[in-house]
């Protein structure tokens, strides 16, 4: 058998023992404040039925799904049962072309040379050097060289119709995008075994056919808290609470939690008489960061907004001060706005929620140029950015209404966020806050000269394990400096090392791997030792 190169999927992973022990403390952090707060973990399948994903996140969140093949010899199988439906279409498509080459006008065009080169398909098709794909792609490749009649063109449009018919139904499957829909999938099945309110968190992995780059793959983690069946506010004031204590308690010191309404930016396209344009401007004020004010002016021109359009949102665009300075400001501009004016009215009731519970680390920002999945949400808004470090948004979320309607269960509210675990990782690595402990498996390894030692200290083992203390045992027959090499390698504090003194004395060497003291011990002692640390 030829050697095979090693290597993984572009745009996937392998995870180190260190790295899983830093990944899993996130997670684990992570995961306390959630059920601290309530929140109850669900897992749903790697993989969804194709239907459930589909026509869910736009044409382009669409072709970034990856589709399953389905399994066995099931495509071969719907090729084979097709055949004749191929036959028939080249057959049509043939004589089309003969015909409409022999209309009064047309012998220049070509039609003659295609309809040889249809022959050439239907030949190929049966001696099988093609598949249906490769039949579907050549129909349509010469038809751009040629000024085509509107006869031809009709009934070739027919024949596609019909074509698409021979597509074998190869994927009824894909693996999931994201948690949310799943997770909406989820509450419609399982209605009525479910309390609502129903808070739940998931931590999963999700995969994306996107362009990998830099702090982009196409399978990373997600970690999903939401909470739907009630349109309380505290439900958002609470995310607030869940980010600064998640946050604070991974070590991060200085962060803002960003918070805007959909309501009030569908308020600032009202006052200007442009609610059909809301996404064009709210797309546009997102990127201020990146392009500054003369950058976002010239994209609203551009989306077709006036110079009186822009006069009227800049103050509004360009406010400053505390968040009560902002909302007021917002409702003297909102103030013919029904809608922006409850906007204003829910962000004002969290902020009070938040005052109330006391914030640890974190600090929350009104921010109107916040227009996180402007389509998908409907009203709140969250953004988290560590101001520590370079980084894009570590956390972001809001309130969607309806989002089981699309599983046929409608008027079920919803609110809910997500950490970037990834990020997340990359900023502790940065500012070093991942605790010493955490990538340390094994607290004590036992090291033996001989067969007789490795015996001896089985008992041994299973008493420090018994004890909850992690513990290994160095098979026999490896000199003692590569025993101890191999503590090093692996960050294990401790040693015991047992050879014939140890054995007869009772008393072992314990050793310190970090100071390089030794000291003799009993079993109880060490135990003690190591169960106080």
Not at 158 to 181: G, H, M, N
Not at 328 to 354: F, M
């Amino acid at each position: 058998m030829a050697s095979i190169k090693p290597s993984v999927p572009k745009g996937t992973r392998d995870f180190s023992p260190a790295e899983m022990a830093k990944r899993n403390y996130i997670f684990d952090t992570i995961k306390s404040v959630f059920r601290k707060y309530g929140y109850q973990q669900i897992e749903t399948p790697s993989m969804e039925n194709l239907s459930t994903l589909m026509g869910k996140y736009g044409d382009e969140g669409d072709k970034l799904i990856f589709k399953i093949l389905n399994s066995g010899d099931f495509l071969s199988t719907v090729i084979k049962g097709e055949i004749s439906g191929v036959d028939r279409v080249i057959d049509m498509l043939i004589a089309s072309a003969y015909r409409v080459d022999k209309m009064p006008g047309n012998e220049s065009l070509g039609f003659s040379e295609m309809a040889n080169q249809f022959e050439k398909v239907k030949d190929d098709w049966n001696k099988n050097k093609i598949d249906v794909g490769q039949v579907q792609r050549l129909f349509k490749i010469d038809l751009e060289k040629y000024k085509t009649p509107d006869e031809f063109k009709i009934e070739f449009a027919d024949l596609e119709i019909s074509s698409k018919k021979l597509t074998p139904k190869v994927s009824e499957k894909a693996l999931r995008y994201d948690l949310t829909v799943p997770f909406a999938r989820y509450v419609v099945m399982h209605q009525n075994e479910i309390t609502l309110p129903f808070k739940r968190f998931q931590v999963q992995p999700v995969w994306r056919a996107d362009r990998p780059q830099r702090g982009r793959y196409r399978e990373f983690y997600q970690c999903d808290a939401d909470v739907v069946g009630s349109d309380s506010l505290l439900n958002e004031a609470e995310f607030v609470m869940i980010y600064d204590e998640a946050l604070g308690k991974l070590g991060m010191e200085d962060f803002t939690i960003k918070i805007n309404n959909r309501k009030i930016l569908s308020g600032i396209a009202e006052i200007i008489d442009k609610n059909d344009n809301i996404v064009d401007l709210t797309v546009a004020i997102d990127k201020i960061d990146k392009v500054g004010l003369d950058g976002v002016i010239k994209e609203l021109l551009e989306k077709g907004f006036t110079q009186a359009d822009i006069e009227k949102i800049k103050p509004v665009i360009l406010l400053e001060g505390s968040n009560e300075i902002k909302l007021r400001s917002l409702r003297d501009a909102l103030a013919n706005s029904v809608v922006g004016l409850k906007g204003c009215d829910e962000i004002e009731t969290v902020l009070n929620y938040v005052d109330i519970c006391k914030l640890q680390t974190a600090k929350l920002e009104l921010d109107i140029t916040l227009a996180r999945g402007l389509n998908y949400y409907t009203g709140a808004i969250f953004e988290v950015k560590t101001n520590e470090v370079a980084m894009g948004s570590i956390g972001g979320g809001g309130r969607y209404d309806d989002l089981t309607g699309m599983f046929g269960l409608k008027g079920l509210t919803g609110v809910g966020i997500s950490f970037g675990a990834d990020r997340i990782y990359d900023v502790m690595e940065e500012l070093d806050l991942f605790p010493e402990q955490t990538i340390q498996t094994t607290q004590v390894l036992i090291c033996c000269f001989d067969k007789e030692g490795e015996t001896y200290s089985l008992p041994l083992l299973q008493q420090l394990r018994s004890n909850n203390i992690s513990a290994e045992l160095y098979p026999a027959g490896t000199k003692i400096k590569k025993q101890l090499e191999y503590a090093n390698n692996k960050q294990i504090p401790y040693t015991i090392v047992i050879g014939s003194d140890e054995m007869q004395s009772g008393l072992l060497t314990f050793k310190d791997m970090a100071s390089g003291v030794q000291e003799k011990l009993a079993a109880r002692e060490i135990i003690h030792r190591v169960s106080q640390l």
